[in-house]
């Protein structure tokens, strides 16, 4: 059937039109018909191939959606269903479109690598015939379900559709819906039967209205648009007057579902008015999929009917599409055609099948569960049964009370609940209440005055693109009873999503810290959010607070942000002198051991093969290490590390072993990474005590300490001469100290945040870059403030100065490129939230390399066009290490999960990849073949990376015949050494020693572990092995033999 839908007889076309564009913001890619189906023929044929099971997840591909059609439509005349479900509980097969490491099938479409993998999670699932895909029920009306939606039943849609909307090739077709939400799979089938355009954007885009109306209008020339009225009036007024609704517009069809049709009061436009917009509404449900009835509108009728003294401006649901019809029941079942009742959806043969029905038994009436009204045989949506109440003894429809308050034309957005008890109306923030409220009286009887009108800046959606009820019940939680916030209702707010955000269902103490109870840096930033719509204007220190000080803290900073305080922002540039940089001696500035230079390996051996990464040590520091490795080169030629961690330990490793030279205890956690001074003598510190820390690489001793006002999670940035220490402080200042005497030099306070990245300087020292929580960012020079700029959201990262630019990255994705003057050079925006630094590639022409909370490491040139992006498994907080191993240029990176990669500098390939068992903030540091990281699980790791078909031939065969020979060796020894005794040695654990005893009938060999050089033997009677102390016979020590001499081991 499938087949026959398609005409694959003429599946390939002359004209060869573009049928798939996506668009990234960024990066477009464009894909031909021809292409488009021929890798679809490709998919079905690799699927027959490999006879893989009938159901096939697309879920996971989420980089590359342009191939989304190819693989749909593969599947499909593979004889397959698709679907697009997380965690499905059924037989399917999944397409990722990143590596993984359990992948049982690899195919390449379109020059695009994808793995797939078959799970079995249910050996009694039924199997059903004809099915074109799955797809789960929104949810939103009860508990989701599974349907199997068969060719019969979505086909037909497609067909109507075409007709009704006279679809042809020259279209330009939205994908508004997510895969999972089935209004998706009518966007995918009419483009693909009409072989028109289909627009494909990521869901960030989706989440910018201004943006997103910009692209397709602007740059695609979007014609067709089916979505939900949420998704639609989320639109800016101004955005639809000037780019949708105009005299120019490329828009045809509106087709608005899956809710409630809003009010006429877009109906104003003259688009509409005229005729070049046509807009449609349309009504189904999940379990008959998509699309039962369809109703066009025209502008006359916004006015057409009064009946009963009220304006009746609502649109009904229409007319049955191909093969349906829409009946209306009252309780017993009987059909009505006057007045309330029960809406069904009819039809003999688009039969779906729900969960696990039997295909015996599928009914051909499903019940929407949605009341509906007959007027004159026109049938009118009037809500939910769900949403018909009682109160005060009367039914009350939730329904009837949002269409009358949009009757008053005041407002975009009315959506009633009941909570606790009370009937609550929300609107937009931008009504006039108290006019709204008047009109609206005058139209409800006293049951429909609702208990309280809430007014929202935003209406959640969910991922459908519908209203979000889940979430609203939350904001209805933290705001009810709200006129103005009082300290007690602030205090509310502030506990509920205190607790929504960290997690944690114990509501905060005064003395709570947010992120000790569990909150991170991304839910500090949503909280931030929700607190400024909350509080209805920017609070550029909350986030500062949040992280750093109590809930009491927080309380009192938003209630002086309530009472308005005339001076919270007021950013002044205070210093001790006026010269703000060292002398021009001292400016230039430290290159750290970290040094790309001392990274590159000259082996051969590792030009050719393939890399391994293996662990060689791992030292314990007792907890969570966050901060990044100092590595520093020894005269001897080997590594020492020096790291902190929470625990308050600062500690120096030999690189080589793993052992501890040296720890010392500082006053606090430690988050700040190290550096050394120029002689190598001092390593720099800062700590959560609010002091840096002055201290001997030697032997761990305190030189000095300085004291500033608040936690130093900043990493300091010494002078070239070494005279300077640059860093920043929680208490919102930028310090330069004296490094020989701990001495202040000057401070500067440039902007109301806390200063958590480290400061930067360009390469001759004349120019000191910083940035601070509250998204400012400045230059200094040695006459003081050069410039300074307000990005407005939080920096986390560190500044990159390089050639004649500055590179900073913020919380909102964007990384933002600026000249030395302070002019924008350049902006790229990344999928998601930018708390890694940047690192330089090795090669000329340089690239930046940066990690982000999307998932993906990023390869951007200078000027900030994107030259590669490679996804990970979680988001990334730490910076990638940029080296070079024999001739291959690559970087070593490693995501918040613990997943360590090493990629191909320039492709962004992956070449190997190593799992450490804990969440990880800290960056790699790579010296020769070694990669150096701390971890949460409280350790930090030296991995080697091996390279393996490099190897000779041989050399492995002769390694395994090497271990064979000694483990003879030791067990002939073994042998020996026990011959005098029928008795099997035996091996124990004693106290806390971990000594291991072998027992023999007259002597016992004892092991310290670790081992030290020499070992003892102690004469006891073997009974009395199972209680040996071997504290207990310290006195013998003197007489101790070289059992591993001995043994020769």
């Known amino acids: 059937m499938f087949e026959d839908f398609i005409n694959l007889k003429g599946a390939f076309s002359e004209e060869d039109n573009i049928s798939i564009i996506y668009y990234d913001g960024i990066t477009e890619r464009k894909l031909s018909w021809n292409s488009v189906m021929s890798a679809s023929f490709q998919v079905s044929q690799i699927f027959k191939e490999n ?91 009860g508990k989701s379900k599974i349907v199997h939606v068969t060719y019969n039943s979505i086909l037909p849609n497609i067909k109507d559709l075409k007709s009704i909307y006279n679809v042809t090739g020259k279209d330009v077709i939205f994908l508004a819906a997510p895969l999972s939400f089935d209004p998706a799979a009518v966007d995918i089938y009419l483009s693909l039967y009409t072989k028109s355009t289909l627009i494909i954007l990521p869901e960030i885009i989706k989440l910018n209205p201004s943006q997103l109306v910009q692209i397709l209008f602007q740059k695609y020339g979007t014609s067709i648009i089916q979505c939900t009225p949420s ?32 009010s006429f009061d877009f109906m104003r436009f003259g688009s509409i008015q005229e005729g070049r917009v046509s807009v449609f509404n349309l009504y189904g449900i999940t379990e008959m999929s998509c699309w039962a009835s369809i109703e066009k509108l025209c502008f006359e009728s916004g006015q057409r009917e009064v009946k009963r003294g009220k304006l009746h401006n609502e649109v009904s649901l229409g007319k049955g599409l191909s093969e349906t019809s829409l ?20 039809s003999a043969n688009r039969l779906c099948y729900v969960d696990d029905e039997d295909v015996e038994e599928v009914p051909s009436s499903r019940a929407t569960g949605d009341v509906g009204e007959l007027i004159n045989g026109k049938l009118y949506f009037r809500g939910r049964n769900d949403e018909i109440i009682k109160r005060f003894g009367r039914k009350v429809s939730i329904t009837k009370l949002e269409s009358l308050a949009l009757e008053t034309g005041l407002v975009q957005f009315a959506v009633g609940l009941i909570y606790g008890g009370k009937l609550y109306l929300l609107i937009n923030e931008n009504t006039e209440k108290k006019e709204f409220m008047r009109i609206l ?54 506990q509920t999503h205190w607790c929504l955000y960290s997690r944690n269902d114990i509501p905060p103490k005064m003395e709570d810290n947010f992120i000790l109870v569990g909150g991170n840096s991304i839910s500090c930033i949503q909280l931030a959010t929700v607190a400024e719509e909350f509080i209805g204007q920017p609070c550029p220190e909350f986030l500062d607070i949040l992280m750093n000080k109590s809930f009491e803290d927080i309380l009192d900073y938003l209630a002086l942000i309530l009472k308005d305080i005339s001076d919270s922002n007021k950013p002044a540039i205070s210093t001790y002198q006026t010269n703000l940089l060292p002398s021009p001696r001292e400016r230039q500035f430290l290159e750290l051991f970290r040094s790309k230079n001392d990274c590159a390996i000259f082996d051969e051996n590792y030009s050719d093969g393939s890399l391994v990464i293996m662990e060689e040590w791992s030292c314990n520091m007792n907890k969570c290490v966050d901060a990044s490795p100092l590595l520093v080169k020894t005269h001897e030629n080997y590594p020492v590390i020096f790291i902190g961690s929470h625990s308050k330990e600062f500690s120096a490793i030999n690189g080589l072993t ?202 951007i040139k200078p000027e900030g066009s994107q030259v590669w992006k490679h996804r990970f498994n979680s988001p990334i907080y730490s ?29 962004g390939d992956c070449l190997a990849t190593y799992s450490l068992s804990g969440e990880v903030f800290s960056s790699p540091v790579v010296w020769a073949n070694k990669i ?98 071997i504290d207990n016979y310290s006195n013998l020590l003197p007489k101790k033999i070289d059992l591993q001499t001995k043994m020769g081991i």
């Open 879 to 907: 910076t990638p290490f940029a080296f070079k191993l024999g001739s291959r240029e690559l970087t070593a990176a490693v995501s918040t999960s613990g997943e360590l990669r090493l990629l191909n500098a320039n492709s």
């Open 441 to 494: 009286l005058g139209k409800l009887d006293s049951y429909h005055v609702p208990d309280h009108v809430l007014q929202l800046r935003n209406f959640p959606r969910t991922a459908h693109g519908k209203l979000d009820m889940k979430a609203l019940h939350k904001v209805i939680e933290s705001q009810k009873n709200l006129v103005v916030p009082s300290s007690d209702e602030l205090k509310s707010f502030l």
């Open 327 to 346: 009946r209306l029941r009252d309780n017993t079942g009987e059909e009505i055609f006057h007045g309330f009742g029960e809406i069904f959806i009819e």
């Open 231 to 262: 998704l639609f009036l989320s639109f800016p007024e101004t955005v639809l007057t000037s780019l949708v609704f105009f005299d120019k517009t490329t828009l045809r069809i509106l087709a608005l579902g899956g809710e409630a049709f809003p």
């Open 51 to 141: 006879n893989l099971p009938n159901l096939v997840n697309v879920d996971p591909v989420k980089n590359n959606l342009e191939l989304l059609t190819s693989l749909i439509y593969g599947i499909n005349l593979s004889g397959r269903a698709w679907c697009s479900i997380s965690n499905p509980s059924l037989n399917c097969a999944t397409v990722y479109d990143y590596p993984i490491t359990n992948k049982d099938l690899e195919m390449e479409i379109l020059g695009i690598r994808l793995y797939i993998t078959i799970t079995a999670n249910k050996s009694n699932c039924k199997s059903y015939e004809n099915i074109a895909y799955v797809v789960s029920t929104s949810g939103t009306t």
């Open 658 to 859: 793993g052992e501890k030279l040296w720890t010392t205890n500082l006053g606090g956690r430690i988050e700040s990474s190290a550096a050394i001074s120029k002689c190598g003598k001092i390593i720099y510190i800062g700590c959560y005590d609010g002091n840096l820390y002055a201290i001997s690489s030697i032997n761990g001793s305190i030189l000095w300490e300085f004291k500033t006002d608040g936690e130093i999670k900043s990493s300091p940035f010494v002078s070239n001469c070494g005279k300077s220490v640059f860093f920043g402080s929680h208490d919102k200042y930028l310090y330069s100290v004296c490094t020989k005497f701990g001495k202040l030099k000057w401070k500067v306070k440039y902007g109301n945040g806390s200063v958590f990245s480290s400061p930067a300087a360009t390469c001759d020292g004349a120019l000191l870059f910083s940035g601070s929580l509250d998204g400012t960012v400045s230059c200094i020079n040695s006459e003081g403030e050069k410039w300074k700029k307000k990005l407005g959201n939080p920096i986390f990262s560190s500044p990159l100065p390089f050639d004649d630019v500055v590179v900073f990255g913020c919380v909102d994705g964007c990384i933002y490129g600026f000249d030395f003057a302070g002019n924008e050079v350049f902006k790229f925006f990344a999928s998601g939230p930018i708390f890694s630094s940047f690192c330089l590639t090795t090669n000329s022409p340089r690239k930046i390399l940066f990690g982000s909370h999307d998932f993906h490491l990023y390869c």
């Open 932 to 1029: 150096f990281v701390g971890c949460r699980n409280n350790m930090v790791y030296c991995l080697s990376i091996k390279g393996t078909e490099s190897l000779h031939p041989l050399k492995g065969l002769f390694l395994a015949a090497g271990l064979l020979l000694t483990v003879i060796i030791i067990f002939i020894i073994c042998q020996f050494l026990c011959s005098k005794t029928n008795e099997i040695p035996r091996v124990r654990t004693i106290n806390r020693q971990r000594a291991e005893i072998y027992v023999t009938d007259n002597s016992a060999f004892v092991f310290k572990d670790p081992p030290p050089p020499y070992s003892v033997i102690i004469d006891v009677p073997p009974p009395a092995y199972d209680s040996i102390d």
